[in-house]
Nanobody, 125 residues
Framework: QMQLVESGGGLVQAGGSLRLSCLAS????????MGWFRQTPGKEREFVAA?????????NYADSVKGRFTISRDNAKNTVYLQMNSLSPEDTAVYYC?????????????????WGQGTQVTVSS
C-alpha cells in the first residue's frame, strides 16, 4: 500500500499562484509515475498532469493547463509537486494526487493504483 497526502491548496485570486505538494509513504516512490487530477461537483475527475517514474524526464499535461502548470518530483523527499500559475476561476476544484506503478506518466485515471484524499483549490475572480 501507498499513502498519499496532498497539501498546499487554498483560496487565491485570479492570476495568482499556488504550489501543491503530495507526500508519498512508500520508499519505492521513485519507481512510480505520479499524476495530478482534479474534480468539481457533478463532473468526472479529469487529468491535469503526470510525470514519469525515476528521473521524471517525461511529463504530460492537459491542454487546459499547458504553459501554466508544472509538475515535478523530488525522489529524495518522496514528494511530487504541482506549481500552478496564472490561475483562473475555472481551475477551482479538488486536486488529487495519484501513483501509477506503470511508470509512464499515464493520462487515464484508470491507470493509477493509489489516490490521495484531495486538497481544495479555490480561485476567486
Amino acid at each position: 500500500q501507498m499513502q498519499l497526502v496532498e497539501s498546499g491548496g487554498g483560496l487565491v485570486q485570479a492570476g495568482g499562484s499556488l504550489r501543491l505538494s503530495c507526500l508519498a509513504s512508500r520508499t519505492t516512490f521513485s519507481a512510480y509515475s505520479m499524476g495530478w487530477f482534479r474534480q468539481t461537483p457533478g463532473k468526472e475527475r479529469e487529468f491535469v498532469a503526470a510525470i514519469a517514474a525515476w528521473s521524471g524526464l517525461r511529463t504530460n499535461y492537459a491542454d487546459s493547463v499547458k504553459g501554466r502548470f508544472t509538475i515535478s518530483r523530488d525522489n529524495a523527499k518522496n514528494t511530487v509537486y504541482l506549481q500552478m500559475n496564472s490561475l483562473s476561476p475555472e481551475d477551482t476544484a479538488v486536486y488529487y494526487c495519484a501513483a501509477d506503478s506503470g511508470g509512464l506518466a499515464a493520462t487515464r485515471k484508470g491507470s493509477y493504483d493509489y489516490w490521495g484524499q484531495g486538497t481544495q483549490v479555490t480561485v476567486s475572480s
